[in-house]
């Protein structure tokens, strides 16, 4: 069995309730710290929950964007980097949650509804604890691309599931336009200016 430490914000129901049902059906246990007993010194009681857990998920919510949370959502997402294990970052669908998370294996928006529990992508990624990544491939799942931040003062590389053709970094929180080309040294233009992107994974900055 494993454990996914779960960053979030404690005031998020809504966001404990949509992972509530698929970590049910599976064989592993979210670590939601804030509502499982938090004990101090917290900075010592998270990095040893950290080095118990397989992976993190980041639950994205607008009560995070509160000071006191984004510092520990930031030393939480900066030990998981340490630790070399893999963060998922979740947002909610239609929402733009000002909160950027430097290190990032995958972004993930999510519905704040699902019909079933083994909903694609979410319980296949809760399935394996977040920790099965096909490094080597461009997509994880269909629809599921690895992707590159068009900006120039990013150039954050990540898996990508969105529902729409625009979305927010979730390193940088510039908006970008899905790239769904398959050839490269293609042309596009944009803000009154032409670019060109050599890697037809980038996605493009608004």
Wanted: aromatic share 14%; with cysteine.
């Amino acid at each position: 069995m494993g454990r996914v430490f779960m960053s979030h914000s404690k005031d998020d129901e809504a966001g404990r309730t949509f992972f509530a049902k698929f970590f049910d059906s599976s064989d592993h246990k979210a670590y939601w710290y804030s509502w499982e007993g938090p004990k101090p010194p917290h900075a010592k009681t998270i990095l040893d929950a950290l080095k118990a857990s397989d992976s993190l998920f980041v639950v994205l919510s607008k009560p995070m964007e509160k000071t006191h949370t984004r510092t520990w959502v930031s030393y939480e997402v900066g030990l998981a980097a340490a630790l070399k294990l893999n963060v998922w970052v979740f947002e909610p669908k239609d929402e733009k949650i000002d909160v950027p998370i430097p290190y990032v294996t995958g972004y993930i928006q999510y519905p704040k509804k699902v019909n079933t529990k083994k909903t694609f992508p979410f319980f296949p990624i809760v399935e394996s604890a977040g920790t099965t990544i096909p490094t080597d491939q461009p997509e994880i799942m269909p629809k599921f691309k690895i992707t590159h931040c068009g900006k120039e003062t990013c150039k954050a590389t990540f898996y990508r599931f969105v529902y729409g053709k625009k979305y927010k970094c979730p390193v940088c929180r510039g908006e970008l336009i899905v790239s769904e080309l398959d050839t490269s040294d293609i042309i596009y233009m944009f803000k009154d200016r032409a670019a060109t992107f050599n890697d037809s994974l980038d996605d493009i900055i608004l």
